[in-house]
């Protein structure tokens, strides 16, 4: 049990934690959410043993391995399947005393210890999660350096997740997936075998994966039962108690307080007058629940509507080198008012249409037709980087509006959410959700026509992308989104489309069948796709493929030797004459252990035999 004893955290001065206390049961599945800034990550590292707690404990199993997501993404020459196995530090310690071990009982307990962590379904358990995560089979025997940093910080998550810590703790881990992995971390959640807690603000991921829901509000923490659609009528419930016990506790003293003024001159009254007194000060205030509000977003309505189609694209191909687009045969319509998501993995080609609809990127064949006059907002989670660390949001405003004078400029900057002191704040001390309101802000600071959101969530916490959805309800232009939150595209959506196999089509589809649609291709063998993780760029030529198989061969290789030298020591220990009756139960587990190796032998082979016949036909 993971058992949190009245624990107070104070970081540079300001008290995040104070006095709580709370018991996570083993097994337990924790969505834990409150206002960003408010000491989430902070406990985390509390629980993780980096930061010491002003006072208080924090107390696990003794024999609890606790896994998060590195800070750090992997890089270097290893392929991914090989950073994702060495996770599970028990099982590749093991494996390297195999190659060395001279000793049969030491052989004998390597190898009954493999069988107990289920050492041989490892490669296979550790290409599952790679595929749900995106990773196609070439993909995984690709060098973690090939990769951009977004893409190796979910070889990152894999790794964690495959390693099946006893108690699992991810601080926002759908920041680096799209929708697709998002949909299939979720699904793996709800199926985690041991304790997890995920600090999120994704609400379908806390209604879906999660069985309890830890608040921190106010310094408190406070455990409720349930997912997070159960904790919003939880605490709707409680407001009202407390908000119906406050009224009733000033009633009460009132009534006390006005028997006190009136009788307390009198001699005769004197006594119970000074009764009421402390009764008045053991009537201990009801702290009320105070819903913090959050500041809400608007968009300015363009100037005029513009008369539809705003976008035409005919037959149009777009990429990066005209010999070989990112997709083809693009044709599609966007009017005044749509609503557009757009699904399909990263590396498809998402990022590309929406340059091509922005005008960022002219396409190489076939008509883009634009409205005369119509203005475009672009908003990328990369573009937070741009913002001037040294202007605060005041600096930006007035960049844009001139000569205009003072009191505009800072009416305008509390119209985006920066209003007094925060208008003066730098913008480098402002936190993630505070840039992207900025950066929102200034993106959409004339009024456009239509709206491109690339990934607007991630550093917007759960009320936030709330009035998110309700500011893209509200704007009478075009929107069309990138979003890995499920929430805010069922809220905002009328139309789906996917970028998926060189082209864009349109989904008749719902989310939750195009969920089903995503888990059933991840969870099986997924059709391998060539992709590029530093930009969207074209497949690669055919002589890549013809490396990539290589690799294949070779791992398959290597594989055979290593299980076949497994299989030789397993017999020897196996040969000793005492075996069978010294110890049958280790005797059961070798054979046991033997014939998982004869499996995975058979699989290496038959993996070499693919390899090896693939690669003779790219040679033809």
Known sequence: MLSITDLSIRLAGRLLIDNSSVQITPGSRVGMVGRNGTGKST?????????????????????????????????????????????DLERDALLHEAESATDPHRI??????LVDIDAHSAPARAAAILSGLGFSAADQLRPCAEFSGGWRMRVALAATLFAAPDLLLLDEPTNYLDLEGTLWL??????????????????????????????????????????YSSFEEQRAARELLDAKA????????????????????????????????????????????????????TFPAPEKILSPPIIAVD??????????????????????????ALLGANGNGKSTLVKLLAARLAPFSGKVTRADKLSIAYFAQHQLDELNEDASA????????????????????????????????????????????????????????MIILDEPTNHLDIDSRAALAEAINEFPGAII??????YLIEACADQLWIVADRTVTNYDGDLDEYRRLVLSSRNGEPAPRERSMASEKPQRPKSDNRGSLKKRIAEAESEIARVSDII???????????????????????????????????RAEEQWLEASAQFDQAAN
């Open 108 to 113: 004998a307990e390597i190898q009954t210890r």
């Open 315 to 340: 037959n149009a191909s777009v990429g990066y080198d005209p010999a070989t687009p990112v997709l083809s045969r693009v044709t599609l319509r966007i009017d005044n008012d749509d609503r557009i």
């Open 394 to 449: 005041y600096d930006h405003v007035r960049k844009l509006m001139g000569d205009a004078p003072e009191a505009k400029v800072r009416a305008r900057a509390g119209a985006i959410g920066f209003s007094g002191k925060a208008a003066d704040t730098k913008a480098g001390k402002l936190s993630g959700g505070e840039k992207a309101r900025l950066l929102l802000g200034l993106a959409t600071f004339f009024g456009p026509n």
């Open 568 to 602: 030789a020591k397993i017999d020897t220990a196996l040969a000793l004459p005492d075996i069978f009756t010294r110890d049958p139960r280790q005797a059961a587990q070798l054979s046991k252990a033997r014939a998982n190796a004869a499996d995975a032998l058979a």
């Open 246 to 297: 406050v009224k009733r506790q000033e009633a009460e003293r009132a009534r006390l307080q006005a028997f006190v003024d009136r009788f307390k001159a009198k001699a005769s009254k004197a006594r119970q007058a000074q009764s009421r007194v402390k009764m008045l000060e053991r009537l201990k205030p009801i702290t009320a629940l105070v819903t913090e509000d959050v500041r809400e977003i």
């Open 481 to 486: 989104m990138v979003s890995h939150d499920r």
């Open 186 to 227: 979720e699904d793996h959640l709800a199926h985690y075998p041991r304790t997890v807690i995920v600090i999120s603000h994704d609400r379908d991921l806390l209604d879906s994966s999660v069985d309890q829901i830890l608040h921190l509000e106010r310094g408190k923490l406070t455990l409720y039962k349930g997912t």
């Open 43 to 87: 406990l985390f590292k509390v629980i993780r043993g980096e930061l010491a707690a002003e006072h208080g404990s924090v107390t696990l199993p003794p024999r609890w391995r606790v896994g998060s997501l590195a800070q750090e993404a992997p890089n270097g020459p290893e392929s991914l399947i090989s950073v994702v196995l060495k996770a």
